[in-house]
């Protein structure tokens, strides 16, 4: 895994959906993210109410954008703390 600081991965996860994983060498991880952002946010779309708002209509898609978010600045910021940790 590529050594990245967290705030840098939190940043790239915030600006490109499955960015963060991905720069984290995790493909698969990201591509799983952006198919159920792709999914959610298709179905949330088909449920809504034509009057609902573009982000309520794609609500599902954006909670799992969420998601993929904390997710990736999770794995980078503990791949931090385990490398910093001293050795026993």
Known sequence: MPRI???IILAIAIILPGGGHAA??????????????????????????????FVGRHAGGFFVYALSITDAYRIAAVAE???????T
């Open 5 to 7: 600081r967290p705030k």
């Open 24 to 53: 984290l060498g995790r493909y698969r991880r990201a591509l799983g993210f952006i198919a159920f952002m792709l999914v959610l946010g298709w179905i949330t779309a088909q449920l809504a109410a034509p009057t609902v708002s």
């Open 81 to 87: 703390r385990d490398r910093s940790a001293p050795a």
